[in-house]
DNA sequence: TGAGACATGTAATCGGTTACATGATTCC
DNA sequence: GGAATCATGTAACCGATTACATGTCTCA
């Protein structure tokens, strides 16, 4: 199945939100400005055309509140189409570039996964993250090598801090599958 | 000073590399695809037309080196003007929004700042950067409380990975102040 | 002299931001 | 009935991605 129906992090958010209760444009807007959950876009110019655009691909189906008026409302609800995408989007492996670009798509993936998936690919989940972090952090150690035997920088200090995030990551991922694990929650 | 010069990461990090020595195109890509500083954008299609604003904005001059030839090589210098705008770029107060959606950002902020800002300043940009966080996480901690009562979802544990890798910016930064303060390094 | 790395670029497309416009509802 | 909030949308612009095109140098 075509992986480039859900483009962007934020129709990721919209589709991950849409499945747990159906909403409309400005509920999405309220989650994405007044929780931290989400904080992609807050923009009407960007989330309407999103929705329009799942909507087409038949992921979620809007329903009309007020026909008449000049202003409709439209809720919108995810399809079964839409659910199976957005598990998918959720199973995918994670990458090496997942893990140095889109950490925040990670979190969020992770996020959803309550909903609609099991405790055995949650853990998988976890599970590959910390592998993919533990590959790369050999590679940032050697990069902090050499950034150390640059007089008077900071990237040294910048790399730490990144690395420093990673472990938190990880320390993060082994708490919860001792969790999911035990059972406990 | 206009701060729209400067306009994304991308340009920030090709700027900051730019500063530390004269760079061609090719070099800044091979900076971006080979090492974990920068990896913001590979494709020649947003380098150079960066790189080509930097220069219209006389933040960097390109100076030819092949001029006979079709195909003249490039090399990109910073100017005193843009050296002026990435001290102003890397010294702009932190905001919430920043701490939210750009932490990536402020790292590479003070990477760059080794080579071109005081100690002194880069302290007070670690302080602030603490300070801000500190402010954020209570709020975080509050949606902690109200995602914890949505039976079977994973948001809370995605809630308590952002709040860890908070706590470990936070770690990190305090360290960097005192090997700074201490003068070590 | 051919392969492969080095090096620079363009065009189509796409999604997000900013700024603006407008209608509907609520509440004083 | 006027203000504020709820709610939906559009248009211009902008920068990144993708894919492609092309020239240059090195070395076996």
Do not use: C
């Not at 934020?10 to 931290?36: E, N």
């Not at 839409?82 to 989007?89: C, F, I, M, N, S």
């Not at 099991?118 to 902090?144: A, S, V, W």
């Amino acid at each position: 199945m075509d992986t480039r129906i859900i483009p962007s992090t934020l129709s990721l958010a919209i589709l991950g939100l849409v499945s747990r209760q159906p909403m409309t444009g400005y509920d999405l807007r309220k989650v994405f400005t007044t929780t931290p959950m989400g904080h992609f876009s807050t923009s009407p110019g960007a989330i309407y055309p999103a929705l329009r655009r799942m909507e087409q691909a038949g992921l979620v189906t809007g329903t009309v509140e007020k026909r008449d008026t000049l202003r409709p409302r439209q809720t919108y609800t995810i399809t079964k189409k839409g659910l199976e995408v957005l598990k998918e989007r959720l199973l995918l492996p994670i990458s090496r570039d997942d893990i140095v670009l889109r950490m925040d798509e990670l979190t969020l993936r992770f996020a959803f996964m309550g909903g609609v998936l099991g405790k055995r690919e949650m853990l998988q989940y976890l599970k590959q993250l910390t592998l993919r972090i533990n590959d790369y952090i050999p590679i940032l150690l050697d990069n902090l090598e050499a950034q150390r035997n640059i007089e008077g920088s900071t990237g040294a200090y910048a790399l730490e801090h990144g690395i420093a995030r990673y472990d938190a990551t990880v320390m993060w991922a082994r708490r919860v599958i001792r969790n999911l694990e035990g059972g406990s929650r």
